[in-house]
């Protein structure tokens, strides 16, 4: 996701509306925590 596309989203939605969506997607998951992602390459190695 690069600045423009955010900048974008900024203006058309406003700051409000992007917390909103973000709080949405995170209860549909999202990316996981660094940790865990750690924890996955060291057991595959």
Do not use: C, D, H, T
Not at 19 to 28: L, S
């Amino acid at each position: 996701m690069g600045r423009k596309s955010y900048r974008v989203r900024l203006e058309r939605f406003g700051l409000e509306r992007l917390r909103e969506i973000a709080r949405e997607n995170g209860k549909k998951g999202g990316r996981p925590p660094k940790r865990a992602a750690q924890a996955k390459k060291g057991g595959q190695q």
